[in-house]
């Protein structure tokens, strides 16, 4: 599949069949992760494959909602989906040099994660694996089922299976609404 047909067909699954991923597909998408770029090479994101469902619905559980008083709408796919992959990332490294933050943006490890997690569900889209990005979730809870040690921070997290809905197209902001010539506001 050519990249911007994967860019432009990726769509958010939040039903799954529950058929097995093979390895060998699960594997591309971890070498996909693999070969993100990062902040000045630190590579620190760290990655979950949670398989065994009890752990699944512990993690669905911890899920939580803009909306007071009802589920989060993709907890049910990570129950349904046969992987949940959880994206972490070591703190102190991305955006730092010993250990301190070099620019104002002390987050950088979240565009490290960022891309990490977009080269991962593109490389699913193209094996006709189905993700959807989650972040509306109590982190804390998260590393705790994971067993997250100190000095990392749970990020987000996507099931990872075939999916079992085709959403539509969800439209687009034209181009000329999101870029902007020399400086910001200039068409």
């Known amino acids: 599949m050519d990249l911007m047909q994967a860019i432009k067909e990726r769509r958010s699954i939040r039903k799954f069949k529950s058929d097995p991923v093979s390895n060998e597909d699960l594997n591309k998408v971890l070498e ?10 630190t590579q620190c994101s760290r990655i979950v494959v949670v398989q065994d469902y ?3 619905d512990q993690l669905a559980k911890a899920t939580t909602s803009s909306r007071p008083g009802r589920e989060n709408g993709a907890a ?3 129950r349904q989906a046969p992987i949940v992959i959880v994206a972490c990332a070591e703190l102190n490294k991305s955006g730092c040099f010993d250990g301190l933050p070099s620019t104002d943006k002390n987050e950088w490890y979240m565009y490290d994660v960022a891309l990490s997690m977009e080269h991962m569900v593109l490389a699913a889209h193209a094996l006709g694996l189905g993700t959807v990005h989650m972040g509306l979730f109590d982190a804390a809870k998260v590393a705790e089922i994971l067993s997250v040690p100190q000095g990392h921070a749970v990020v987000a997290m996507t099931p990872l ?6 959403p539509a197209v969800r439209p687009r902001k034209n181009i000329d609404q999101i870029v902007y010539s020399e400086k910001f506001g200039e068409k």
Do not use: V
């Open 161 to 166: 299976g075939y999916p079992d809905e085709a």
């Open 54 to 56: 009890e752990k699944r």
């Open 32 to 41: 996909a992760a693999r070969w993100a770029p990062s902040w000045a090479n």
């Open 76 to 78: 049910p796919a990570l």
